[in-house]
């Protein structure tokens, strides 16, 4: 769904947390693991700094990847301090759904277990999520995308700088997207997924 997003605007990119991930080449940690932290922490900011690098220099910026609400407050922060608002949307759909596509991703993914999985979807099921940043998720990617980008141009998923819950880590139960303004060639500010 995050490529077809990315499709609708004129200057756009879409960062992959799973790309990200792949880029640990020795040394790799399950992220689902209670071990993982500093992994997560590492591959989050190089995730973070790529894509606000993006929408700094004027292109509509998605990113696909898991955040949790820590990183989410993180990542507002950040955009703030860069003159950039943050928006964001958490996708949601069943466990089953989520396991079905995740799994059947193979390309650039570190192998995927069903516990820490099931696990980390349990994690966000639990979290009590600002419902105007909830999307449901088990429809077909264009109407995901469409459900996405109605809630945004509705004004339903803007960000703080306060974290909307309390956990810690990167991704949501389908995957999350954040959006951020970023510059035109002119100067003037455009929305931006990030």
């Not at 922490?41 to 609400?69: L, M």
């Not at 974290?163 to 100067?187: Q, V």
Request: charged share 20%; aromatic share 8%.
């Amino acid at each position: 769904m995050s490529g077809l997003l990315a499709a609708t605007f004129d200057r756009s990119v879409h960062v992959k947390g799973d790309d990200f991930m792949a880029s640990v080449v020795s040394g790799w940690v399950d992220p689902n693991s209670p071990g993982a932290a500093q992994q997560n922490e590492a591959i989050g900011a190089a995730f973070a700094v790529s894509s606000i690098s993006f929408a700094q220099n004027g292109y509509t910026t998605i990113v696909d990847g898991y955040v949790f609400p820590d990183g989410v407050a993180g990542l507002a922060a950040a955009c703030a301090a860069r003159g950039l608002a943050c928006h964001y949307v958490v996708l949601t759909a069943d466990r089953e759904t989520c396991w079905t596509r995740a799994s059947g991703r193979s390309e650039g993914r570190w192998p995927l277990e069903f516990e820490p999985f099931a696990a980390v979807h349990e994690r966000f099921t639990s979290l009590d999520l600002d419902a105007r940043h909830r999307i449901e998720a088990t429809g077909s990617p264009e109407s995901v995308r469409d459900a996405v980008l109605s809630a945004f141009r509705a004004g339903r998923l803007t960000a703080t700088e306060q974290a909307p819950a309390t956990s810690r880590g990167w991704n949501g139960p389908c995957g999350a997207g954040t959006l951020c303004p970023h510059r035109t060639r002119d100067g003037t500010k455009e929305d931006a997924w990030i």
